[in-house]
């Protein structure tokens, strides 16, 4: 089919021709400006917080594979029953970190008989009262805090960056460590020893992440802390180990709910784009200029309004009237307006001094004068122009 | 390219064997799996509907249309549409006319059979004056199975001249009987109307007595018995052949809307009212269009001709937004007639500040011709002027008396500088400019 060439349409090649270049422009764009990113390692993300596997400044990588390195088996678990299995072969330590905040109180306590040393990291309440009960929130800590208590560990790491939170032993139990006190006996770690098993309540999150690892004393602390056992087991709770049986959402629905939503949704786009779709292009309507006549006229209303321009409002009705009475008593408008006004007064039978002071000389001082006035030169227009009436 | 409304549907039916699907094979089949075979069954359906639609690009449109038609009065536009094209097209058209030019239907389906051509019709009634316009025409062409279509634009450029409606003309009667009654041509012939000498003849019963000619008179004797005096008396008829002049001012002012009309187009409907009047009296019209050039000119034309001419001439014509350069006009009327004539202007005499030029050529053309000045006037700014209820009320009389006061100066200043004013509201202009003429007729004084 030969295209005619009145037609204005461009064919698919030509439209693809002609957008081929932005295309491949827009391609290319992206591509270098993806590759420019990544190699300037701009716009990574900080990653989940303490994320064994996380290599952005907030995640714990770095940690991890320093202990690898140094021949710690580190097992990463993200159920209950996993970290049972990984945790039973020998002794092991055991890092609970409860990010979303899954566990409850019995949970954790379970966790606690998993293996010899459990580091409790950043604990939610359930967790705390379920693993160290004598320990209490305390709330955050900033800054750098010396060693204080004989824990090797912390004794090697002199200082350590305390920045997470900070706990309080409140219970009355002897077998309890409290290190790292920022003042008014709040603890960042606290170990607590009960029949043989270890717990440790660690706030210092900052000092074990990638970003602030190599900081101070930190990397001598985590270590020293995690590194104790030739086996690690780090264990974030994940969704598997929510309590209940309750059937959710998902499982209630039936099965063809999602898939006709999908479709119904395809539908509107398609009756959108089925209406939408122009019979060809805009035409534009050529408008004329045009002005309404009576712009001025209401402007100067206005003006005369706004500036509550009485007199002269009253003046150019004077005028329009005196002009319209000289020519119905047959006088030239070039009369003078005595002459009018005698005329006139005669005419309806007025006194020709109250017909004068209309005409020319009262002066409205209100708006209430100013509207009687007028009213009283409307009647005395139509008055005249009754007598006048053959 | 296109889709259908039918592809929608089609595509919302999907919901019933993605529900009835997996029941009926005991889920053998998974509800997402039928959903998206359902999808992938509607596309392939449209893209072979595309495939076979016909080819709008092979159409080729003719166009049949009056080249004009007068202002709301309906005119009929036929396309023809003929398919070049080896298949069918199922089409739906849309001519691409103006909104004003009210199109109606402005689509209509349609299907060409191949190598044959057909028609469809439809009724233009344009709301507004001037070049009324389509550029192109747009033909989508559905498949055989109406859910998707190939579309394309074809530009087949067409215009249609709306005219001036003329709606005065129905007191050109009234106006005509009155210059016939001027011509002589009734029975009765009162001295004083017309002022051309036009014949002697005998005295009959019932003519004015001061019409006799009484040397004419002395002069007679009757051919028939040598004796007996008859009285012979002079008849006059209305002068011939005079110049009018008409200037219609197209600038700024003449932008002004008026009563639901623009003052240009009541300066139109007045000059064709008199030029259809002064050309049965046998007198020569020439009328320009001008703001700061020639918009318009029609010049030379007498008879059956003239207004035809006249309202192609005016039909394009809009106001423009600036100011009438009035020192040239004296030159544009000496370049159409060297001879005195009647001047009319149609322009606004609103203001004194807006009509300063125009008075300030006044009597340059007043001093050759007999100038005539006319104005449309607004009503609403009368009325105005009688509402006086309220404050508000009061304010506005009094900015419409001194609307209409600024009027009566700027009327006054051009009757002292020898022109004359005739004012009237849309309505009115017009048969009250022909009663001046006719008047102005009557008095021999063109």
Known sequence: MTASPSVATPTVRATARRWLYWVIFAVAAITLALVAFIGAGAGRPLGVPLDPQGPGPAGAKALVEVLRDRGVTVTLTESMADTREAAKSDAATLVLHDRAGILDADAAASAARIAEHLVVIDPTYDVLSGLAPEVAHAGAVEGVLDADCSLAPVQRAERVVGDGQGYRHIGDSQDVTTCLDSGDSVASLIQVREGGRTVSVVGTTAALSNERIAQHGNAAFALGLLGEHPHLVWYVPGLGDLPGDAPDIAELTPPWVTPVTVLLLLVVVAAGVAQGRRLGPLVVERLPVTVRATETMEGRARLYQRSSARLRALDALRVGTVQRLAGMVKLPASAPVEQVADLVAALVGQAPQSVKALLVGTIPHSDRELIELSDRLLELDRAVADATRP | MAISSRLAALLALGVLPVIVVPIATGGGVSPTATMLAWIGLVLALAVLDLAVAGSPRAVRIERELPDRVRLGEPATATLLLTNRGSRNIRALVRDGWEPSAGAQPSRHGLVVPAGERRAVTMTLTPFRRGERRSHHVTVRSFGPLGLAARQATLAEPAAIRVLPPFASRRHLPSRLARLRELDGRTSVMIRGQGSEFDSLRDYVRGDDVRSIDWRATARRRDPATGTGQRVVVRTWRPERDRRIVIVIDSGRTSAARIDNELRIDTAFESSLLLAAL?????????????????????????????????????????????????????????????RQALVVLMTSIDSPGNSRALLGVLPQLARRHRVLVCSVTDPTVKEASRERKD????????????????????????????????????????????????????????
């Open chain 2, 278 to 338: 002064a050309s049965r009296a046998g007198d020569r019209i020439d009328t320009v269009i001008y703001d700061r050039r020639v918009r318009a000119r029609v010049q030379g034309t007498t008879g059956s001709e003239l207004l035809a001419r006249m309202v192609t001439a005016m039909a394009p014509v809009d106001p423009e937004l600036i100011e009438t350069d009035w020192t040239a006009v004296p030159a544009l009327v000496t370049s159409v007639t060297n």
């Open chain 2, 391 to 446: 404050r508000d009320g009061v304010f506005r009389a009094a900015a419409a008396e001194r609307a209409m006061l600024d009027t009566a100066r700027v009327s006054a200043a051009i009757r002292r500088l020898g022109g004359d004013v005739v004012t009237g509201t849309p309505q009115e202009l017009p048969p009250a400019l022909a009663d001046r003429y006719l008047a102005l007729k009557a008095a021999g004084q063109l």
